[in-house]
C-alpha cells in the first residue's frame, strides 16, 4: 500500500491531512467487516479502588473494528472576547442618552424663550393696537348749542349772547380744574 499524502486541507489553525491508505480502506469498505468482533468475556468483580487521578474533561474514544484510532486532538482553551457589535452598540447607546439629555435641554430653552416671545409679542401688540387716552373734549354740549343758535340767527347774532356766555364759562371752569385741552374753535 501506499502511504503518501493524498491530500491536505487548511481549516482555521488546524491542517486536515488524507493518506491515500485511508481512501483506499474507505473504497473497499463495502459493510463486512474484516475483523471478527470479540464475544464478551465473563464479569470480573472489580475491586473498589481509591479515587481515580481521570479527568473528567478527557472523553474516552470509542472507535470502530477496522478503523485506526485517530490521536487525541487537543484545542487551545482561550476566552473568546466579546463580539465587537455589543460594544458598538454601547457606544452608540451613550451617545443616544447624551442626545436626549442635550435634547430636554434644548426643548426647556425652547420653551422659555417661546414664553417669553409670546409675552413680548402682546406687549408690542397691546402697546401698537391701544387707543391713547381720550381725553373728553369739555363743554361739547354748550358749543354745540351755541353753533345751532348761530346757525337759527343768521340775521340777529345777538340773540345768542346767552348761549355764549353760557358757552365762555364752561370753558373757563375747565381751564381751572386742568384740563388744558379745551376746543378753540
Known sequence: MDTGIAGSFAMG??????????????ARDDGKVTKKTR????DK???PQEK??????????ITAPGWPMPP???LPVTTAPPPPAIAELEAIR???EQSEKVQEKLDKQHAGMRDELIKKSKDLRDKEFKLPYQNPTPCT?????????????AHDPLKCAEAVKRFEACVRLARQTGNS???QH
Open 141 to 153: 354740549g354748550e358749543r354745540e348749542n351755541c353753533l345751532e343758535c348761530y346757525v337759527s340767527n
Open 13 to 26: 489553525d488546524y491542517t486536515i491531512k488524507i493518506s491515500t491508505e485511508l481512501i483506499d480502506q474507505l
Open 52 to 61: 481515580s487521578r481521570d479527568l473528567p474533561s478527557e472523553p474516552k474514544i
Open 39 to 42: 464475544k464478551p468475556k465473563a
Open 45 to 47: 468483580v472489580v475491586k
Open 72 to 74: 487525541p486532538m487537543y
Open 94 to 96: 451613550a451617545v443616544l
Open 181 to 183: 385741552k379745551v376746543a
